[in-house]
């Protein structure tokens, strides 16, 4: 198998919706792992398509390859955010700001606006550095990008890679600082102790505490053994 250790610096102001209060949009400091698999590439979705999400059949396929992408933890020190206004408003004569009013006309309704017309958005600022690891059980050699686009913007960010070596021990109740997604760990309802950021589509943890078999890096990163996309249910 072989771990693939990638440092992403954000090369864009980047943006998700991970929080919103009001006509306040925040970006949470981490990355989730379905959204990484995308950027990188490992699976596609269509450009067109009517219906839900398609995770089961793309993030399946990557299973039944043996590849897996953690979550991207931010390092703490890099992180900082920057503050923008946006206005959706038209600048037409006659536009209306009260969408759901009556018009002038009182047997005439506005047409409803079903989309933030102001607010505020949080997003990360440049040179935020994360770090995540791809995990390859499979027998060919994967081609990883140099650069993604990630977010609502589609913000340019830089990956360094390397490879790491390994080595497997077992551990009882080990603290893991880094980004995991709970339904892909193997025991992941297990889980007592853990910091919990409640983000779509699944939540994270960090900060947890596992018991179990892991791969040891040579930083001394500790990764749980046999994860994998756990998107039923979603």
């Known amino acids: ?5 990638g440092e ?3 090369l864009e102001p980047t943006f998700f919706a991970s929080r919103e209060v009001s006509a306040f949009y925040q970006t949470e400091p981490l990355l989730g792992n379905y959204a990484l698999a995308y950027a990188l590439g490992l699976c596609r979705s269509p450009y067109r398509r009517s219906g839900g999400p398609r995770y089961r059949d793309d993030l399946g396929a990557l299973n039944r390859d043996g590849v897996y992408v953690t979550p991207g933890t931010f390092r703490p020190e890099t992180v900082r955010f920057t ?4 206005n959706a408003l038209s600048d037409s004569y006659w536009y209306r700001f009260d969408q ?3 018009s002038l ?8 606006a079903n989309f933030p017309q102001s607010g505020r958005i949080r997003m990360l600022g440049l040179h935020c550095l994360a770090i995540f690891y791809v995990l390859d059980r ?17 913000s340019k960010a830089r990956i360094d890679w390397s490879r790491q070596s390994w080595r497997t021990e077992e551990h009882d109740a080990a603290a893991l600082p880094l980004l995991l997604n709970p339904r892909d760990v193997p025991g992941g309802d297990t889980l007592r102790v853990f910091t919990l950021h409640a983000v779509h589509p699944t939540p994270l943890v960090s900060q947890a505490r596992l018991s179990g078999r892991f791969y040891r890096l ?17």
């Open 1 to 5: 198998m072989q771990i693939h250790r």
């Open 8 to 10: 992403l610096t954000l």
């Open 83 to 86: 503050v923008t206004q946006f």
């Open 100 to 102: 759901n009013a009556t």
């Open 105 to 112: 006309n009182r047997f005439e309704k506005s047409r409803p």
């Open 138 to 154: 499979s027998d060919r050699d994967l081609q990883l990008p140099r650069y993604v686009r990630l977010g609502k913007f589609d």
């Open 218 to 234: 040579p930083d001394g990163t500790l990764l749980p053994e046999d994860m994998r996309f756990g998107m039923e249910g979603l």
